[in-house]
């Protein structure tokens, strides 16, 4: 972009152009400047209000009032794919000058990091608020303190995670040594998403700085208030020139897709996760999809049915409200122990929520009208309503649905076929718990599972048969919050995975390094070859370490 | 009854009579069965290995595989082992046959044949049998006060069934080293040899079954239209050594099922030589690392030369009074270097050579036999930087000298190129080699030599950017083909309530103070001696 050109085309035609024009501010620009990447606003509403309200003022103060606009107007361009191949290429440039793999860059933005989640706590929390109505203490837990642990992990972590990996070294390459050295893959895209809006943001970001890339940050539009948030304050606390944000949706995703990155490391659901892979064939970008799925919760009738209540609770409503990737999608429990657990349930419920969880402020609200349909929608469905136990109660204008639990509702219904991904809980029931893996298997594999049982052969069962990303016995969700677990999904909930050293992984490339002297080199190796050397060679592949001797030493004729 | 009716001679052009006598299906049991002549039938087995494998016979293939592993079978310690040892085993009992095959497809010499396709591929089956039981023990993982009191592992576990795509130039050992892998972590495996190397492919098909677990582990043979009904199938994962444009196509087909992929590409892999070195060790050291390494048609071999402008002419000198030690003074009839595969390679080769303006850069060798696919080792000097030589990858026995004026620029002639798979550096300056290592990114490094670090199982093996994605050998192979599962483990003992909500004031402040490292006031808060 050139502003001052812009500009100043933008006024020419706009003063040639009839004043009614002006009410229609986007559509204008988009005239005065058709081919330009100016124009469209995500706000719209409000930028013709403001601007209603200027021209109120008179027509000499037109031009300062054009000025401030256009400063609002620039900001709000649409960013396309001239500008995402000219970020590219500006980052790329940045990384080539070698900033970014000194450590003393790295530790300097995992510093920043950890400075703004400490100065801006209050705003984060403020912007989840504002965008999901999340909890300040599920806020702090899942998106503050999590994020924070990780970012001083990579600080203190760091230096012995970029030590190259010495390697021991075999006859075949004799004198010589060995290492995998770690080095940063160049500049990376990490496309976020709107559930935990901050720490998936964030978390990737520290991977990939810690392992020294040049980095590109497209948060969610979905949560608006904090994707601003990230725009606002990661220039102010990390190096602009190598770590940006690009806020947008479809199309300032479709522009950087359409880019040739490192690695692209996106969090969302498998259908624009292949649309990312799609895109990132092209020029064979490696890519890390963090997916969701349907998670079940098996609980036996051996458990202690209050505290798996409550950690079933902790860990579908206390998790966004059962918005989270790795939130229990269902339970598979007996039929017998079905109406005790949701007993225990109801109790734990009120106890956590009170008897209106409509009411309650320790609840996140669902995050926009999209998703409240998309979740009604499964509530409407014929023959379900019948199957609620507990809960049903929505209420549209506050985006709120309250904790909701269905009781056998039919295989081929959406709440068994699509991942739910809110406040709705089916409890499905089998004769024996083994009948619960069937179940399981039959399904696409999830990101994460649970069983709740004491039984210790059962959990060996089930840590064995089971596939997904990550499992948790007797909890849910908690495997997410160990920096040693790797933290990813497989099959249909993604592919990749981060946290802790395994983030710095993910945005590494671990390379392999040789080293040899010029020493001790036998022409054996060399063409022409002799039937010796043949000779020794099969003497070694049989380990007759002998026979290699006296060939080599031509004591022994092969 | 088809095939009586139609002259016998139909049958010798292969699957186009099948296709004639059966349309639209498949070779069908009670066809067979109506067979009378014992003749016919003879013809009729031939025939039926020839039919065209498709799409259907693909998912068909999948999903009788994905029944025999959902049984559990390959998860097996013992089941792993068994295969492992019956690798092991074909290696040495059929180490004729491969090396026969070998000589057949390339000419390849039964010296570099054994080195990199029998004894390399046979020391990894070693390796994986000696490792297995350590690499599938679960991980320990240490857990923090978040989630006390609780205990986490890693478990590995195989993925499922996934598919094998190889190549023609180590058609044993690039086939046979990737299924060791899949099997060391679990899985069923279909592995699509190349029919570039139809000798390889076809002894490969013979031999596995005989060897392996036929129910989990097949062979299929064929060329695009049966990779293309392969691609079509939901795999587990997809292990592809080839070229980045098919590597394309082998990710974009990948991307419906959400399949991950390891792609193992190649690239122009540059060797950078110093003037302070042992100059007669260097240019056998490229010699072995380009020649004698399937005559350059190596992924890894050096694909051209980074040196000085003064050094060149000596360098030239040793390289071309080691070539004739090593290949003899007529190199073309040498049996100590591979041919070119084909007549296809070859004609991209000379086609490299034909172009405008590089034949006056030969500097040693230059002549061509298409008859036997021969050309000899070919050293050429300052080609343009435009010429198809120093934008494609070469891919066989030509070795372009590029000089430059201090050692220092090859850094930026390096980066100004995709990302190879391999960079050498021959030097003794340590300064230079750490610049180097730090500098150069590619798939690997070997200092001082080229090609070996291949052969170090702890190293991993693969490439970045345009040389490829993922990585194997050793436990690398093993880690590429298993899920690494989280697992956190707890009891229902020693719970909180204020985890749960409604959240008290307290727990907040005690996080907070936790999040500080103020241990003392976690303690205070939790206690109620503190009040947030």
């Known amino acids: 972009m050139k502003p001052i050109q812009y500009y100043s085309l933008l006024v020419m035609g706009t003063f040639a152009a009839p004043m009614t024009s002006f009410s229609f501010f986007s559509c204008s620009t988009v005239l005065v400047l058709p081919h330009t990447s100016v124009g469209i606003t ?260 051996d458990v202690d049915i209050q505290v798996t209540a409550r950690r079933i609770i902790a860990g579908k409503w206390a998790c966004n409200n059962g918005q989270a990737c790795i ?56 023959g379900i309503s019948s199957k609620i136990v507990l809960g049903g109660q929505t209420d549209e204008q506050d985006l709120k649905i309250a904790p909701t639990i269905l009781l056998d509702v039919p295989e081929d219904s959406l709440l068994m076929t699509e991942e739910i991904f809110g406040p709705l809980l089916p409890i499905v029931t089998v004769d024996a718990l083994e009948g619960s893996f069937d179940l399981i298997l039959s399904k696409p594999k999830p990101l994460a599972a649970c069983l709740f049982s004491n039984d210790e052969e059962l959990q060996k069962k089930f840590i064995e048969n089971i596939s997904a990303g990550g499992i948790t016995i007797n909890d849910a969700v908690l495997h997410l919050t160990v920096p040693g677990l790797p933290f990813g999904g497989v099959g249909d909930s993604g592919m990749g995975a981060y946290h802790g050293k395994f983030s710095f992984d993910t945005f590494s490339h671990k390379k392999a390094v040789l080293h040899r002297s010029f020493t001790g080199d036998s022409t054996l190796r060399y063409p022409p070859y002799e039937t010796r050397y043949l000779s020794v060679l099969k003497a070694l592949m049989n380990r007759n370490f002998l026979r290699v001797i006296l060939v080599a030493s031509g004591l022994s004729k092969p």
């Open 327 to 382: 939130s229990v999608d269902h339970i598979i429990t007996s039929k017998d122990f079905a109406p005790k657990l949701i007993d225990a349930l109801r109790t734990e419920l009120e106890r956590s929520f009170g008897k209106d969880p409509m009411q309650s402020k320790d609840i996140s609200r669902i995050v926009n009208l999209h998703h409240f349909r998309r979740l009604t929608k499964l509530l409407d469905e014929d």
């Open 42 to 301: 995500r706000d719209r509403s409000l930028g013709r209000r403001s601007f209603r309200s200027r021209i109120r003022t008179g027509v000499a103060s037109l031009y300062l009032h054009l000025l401030s606009i256009m400063a609002e107007e620039e900001k709000r361009e649409v960013f396309d794919a001239n500008d995402a191949a000219l970020l590219v290429k500006e980052l790329r440039g940045h990384f080539k000058l070698g900033k970014t793999k000194s450590y003393e860059w790295r530790v300097a933005q995992l510093k920043g990091i950890s400075e703004m989640i400490v100065e801006k706590e209050k705003e984060i929390i403020m912007a989840l608020q504002q965008d999901l109505s999340k909890p300040e203490t599920e806020a702090f837990v899942s998106e503050i303190l999590l994020t924070k642990s990780s970012c001083e992990l990579a600080l203190k972590s760091l230096q012995s995670w970029m030590n190259p990996e010495k390697v021991k070294t075999s006859i075949m390459t004799f004198p010589s040594s060995a290492e995998v050295v770690s080095e940063p893959l160049g500049v990376v895209l990490i496309i976020s998403t709107w559930n935990y809006p901050f720490s998936l943001s964030i978390e990737p970001v520290i991977g990939a700085i810690a392992a020294g890339n040049a980095v590109v940050l497209k948060p969610s539009e979905v949560a608006s208030a904090m994707s601003k948030l990230l725009a606002d304050l990661l220039p102010q606390y990390l190096d602009k020139m190598t770590i940006r944000v690009v806020e947008g949706s479809v199309p300032e995703t479709t522009a950087l897709l359409e880019q040739k990155w490192d690695k692209i490391f996106y969090t969302g659901n498998g259908r624009v996760g292949r649309i990312v892979m799609a895109a990132a064939a092209k020029h064979l970008t490696p890519v890390v999809l963090e997916l969701g799925g349907k998670c079940p919760a098996v609980v036996d009738s």
